[in-house]
């Protein structure tokens, strides 16, 4: 069984990044600069914009942290994005997800330039990517994308079943897959909550991707022998065994479906690191792009 290493695949992105950046550097060009707009102060999305900003500094990339309150109404941070969208120091920005219940998260998505939308979540972005066009891919999907090509796992012609069909990974990691470009090119089956048999689909997939949101859902007895398996899930359970009081599991069950897997990979240390790697490799592409 061949472990998909999320970190390790994920160091190797960095070093090439920063090497891109060092050379955009003594050419005495502007490095990339990534932004991130953090509105309130949810525990999980202050983590996941503090490692986002710092992997920025470890590339050598130049990244602004924009906090917000959490009480910022809707046309505070619209008038934020503008300022960010026609700012030319800033190549790429984010808005972190979730939003306060009182701001509409649609409006901000297409709130953003399209050049600038280096999470891939405006609609025109989202439409360049179904037809195959140059644009920025969503970074989690893109990140699996790379996490296969970069272990060679062979998709041309197999079966591929995705669980979850959110925006922002299900829905992408089915296109993404389905599309003839290295490395998608199979016959995908997208299924979500009301699917029926789920069972009966996966024990016919070659390669599943699992991007549900439950703990431990896909089992070893929902997968053959030889798949691949690709966990996006990502939740704290409590463990009082751990110092930190909890840990970190996936919507894999590994113990029983590892055993069966060719290449799985594992929580944390999978799809997690690789996500952060695409946000960079999106705005390094947000400077070229822009040439
Ligand atoms: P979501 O809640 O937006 O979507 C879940 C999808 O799963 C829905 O489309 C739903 O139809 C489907 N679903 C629910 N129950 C199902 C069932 N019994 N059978 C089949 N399908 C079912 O979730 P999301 O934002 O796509 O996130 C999914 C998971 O991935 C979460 O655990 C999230 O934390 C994690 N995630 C991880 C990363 C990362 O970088 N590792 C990034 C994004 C999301």
Do not use: W
Not at 195 to 212: M, S
Not at 251 to 260: I, L, S
């Amino acid at each position: 069984m061949l472990l998909l290493d999320g970190n390790a695949t994920s160091a190797a992105i960095r070093t090439e990044i920063a090497e891109e950046v060092s050379k955009l550097k003594s050419q005495g060009k502007k490095v990339p600069h990534l932004a991130a707009i953090l509105v309130g102060e949810d525990g999980a999305s202050q983590t996941y914009v503090n490692a986002k900003v710092k992997a920025c500094e470890n590339v050598g990339f130049e990244s602004t942290l924009v906090r917000m309150p959490a009480e910022t109404s809707e046309e505070e941070l619209l008038s934020t994005i503008k300022g960010l969208n026609e700012n030319p120091n800033i190549d790429g920005f984010i808005v972190q997800l979730p939003l306060p219940k009182h701001i509409d998260e649609d409006k901000v998505t297409l709130a953003v330039a399209p050049q600038k939308d280096v999470d891939g979540f405006h609609p025109e972005n989202v439409g360049r990517m179904s037809l195959g066009l140059p644009t920025f891919l969503p970074a989690t999907p893109n990140g699996v994308m790379e996490m296969l090509g970069r272990y060679n796992i062979e998709t041309v012609g197999k079966n591929c079943v995705v669980i979850g069909r959110s925006n922002i990974v299900g829905t992408p990691m089915a296109i993404l897959m389905s599309r003839g470009t290295n490395p998608g090119n199979a016959t995908v089956t997208l299924t979500h909550s009301r699917t029926k048999n789920l069972k009966e689909i996966t024990l016919q997939a070659d390669i599943i991707i699992v991007a549900l949101g439950k703990p431990n859902f896909l089992t070893g007895e929902m997968v053959k022998q030889g798949a691949v398996v690709v966990d996006v899930g990502i939740h704290r359970i409590e463990d009082a065994s751990k110092k930190s009081g909890f840990r970190l599991v996936g919507d894999v069950e590994f113990e029983t479906v590892a055993p069966k897997c060719a290449a799985i990979s594992p929580v944390p240390g999978g799809v997690g690191p690789m996500t952060i790697a695409s946000l960079l490799q999106n705005t390094l592409k947000a400077v070229t792009m822009r040439k």
